[in-house]
C-alpha cells in the first residue's frame, strides 16, 4: 500500500462497518476509549448519522481501504459552547504512526474553520503509568497537532480493573472576536463546498 495516494474525504452511513471495524479493538483492548462494549453496527450508524447533521466525520482512504477516522462532535450543550468541539480520531491497528492522524485532523481543523469554530479540545485517557492498555501516544500526537494540556482527571475511568486519569486539551484554530460569527452547519457547508 502506499500511503502517498491516501485520500481524505466525508465519510457516509455506508462507511459504518469499516470504521466500527477501526474502533473495536480500541473498545476490546485498549483504555484509549472508555467504552467497555462495542456498539452494534444499528447504534454505530446511528452516532454517524447524528454527528454528520451539524459537525464533519472524516475517513481517510488509500486504495479504496479506510484506514482511519476523525470527526468532531458539540463540546457542550449550552449555546455559549457553540464555537468549541471535541474532536476525536482513531486509526486502523496496522496503519498507526504513518502520518495519517496529521493529515486527517489537518483536513478537519479546516472544515471547523469554514464552520466558525475557533476552539478545538481533545478528552483524552491517560495512564497514570504507561501498560498493555494504554500508553500517552495519543497526547504526544496531540502536542505535535498544537494542542496543549490544560487539565487532568484523576481515577476517573475504571478499565480492566485499572483506574486511568483523563485529560482535555485545546487548540484555538481560530480568532476570538467580540461580535463573534455564528456557527454554520456541516450539512449546509458540505452542500455548498463539497458537492
Not at 495516494?5 to 462507511?15: C, H, K, P, S, Y
Not at 475557533?118 to 498544537?146: Q, R, W
Request: with cysteine.
Amino acid at each position: 500500500m502506499n500511503i502517498e495516494n491516501l485520500q481524505i474525504r466525508i465519510a457516509t452511513v455506508e462507511d459504518s462497518a469499516a470504521l466500527l471495524d477501526i474502533y473495536k479493538p480500541y473498545v476490546e483492548k485498549t483504555a484509549v476509549t472508555f467504552e467497555y462494549e462495542v456498539p452494534s453496527l444499528e447504534e454505530f450508524s446511528g452516532r454517524i448519522e447524528r454527528i454528520l447533521k451539524k459537525y464533519p466525520v472524516l475517513v481517510a482512504e488509500c486504495e479504496n481501504m479506510i484506514l482511519g477516522y476523525a470527526y468532531a462532535g458539540a463540546f457542550q450543550s449550552r449555546a455559549a459552547y457553540a464555537w468549541a468541539v471535541e474532536t476525536s480520531i482513531y486509526i486502523r491497528e496496522d496503519s498507526r504512526k504513518l502520518g495519517i492522524g496529521r493529515f486527517l485532523y489537518g483536513e478537519l481543523e479546516n472544515i471547523l474553520r469554514k464552520q466558525n469554530i475557533v476552539n478545538v479540545n481533545a478528552c483524552i485517557a491517560y495512564p497514570i503509568e504507561e501498560d498493555t492498555y494504554l500508553s500517552k501516544d495519543s497526547v504526544k500526537f496531540h502536542e505535535k497537532m498544537g494542542y496543549r494540556m490544560v487539565g487532568e482527571f484523576r481515577k476517573c475511568g475504571y478499565k480492566f480493573n485499572r483506574w486511568y486519569n483523563m485529560v482535555w486539551m485545546e487548540k484555538h484554530i481560530g480568532e476570538h472576536q467580540k461580535k463573534q460569527p455564528p456557527v454554520k452547519v456541516f450539512s449546509e457547508i458540505y452542500k455548498e463546498e463539497f458537492l
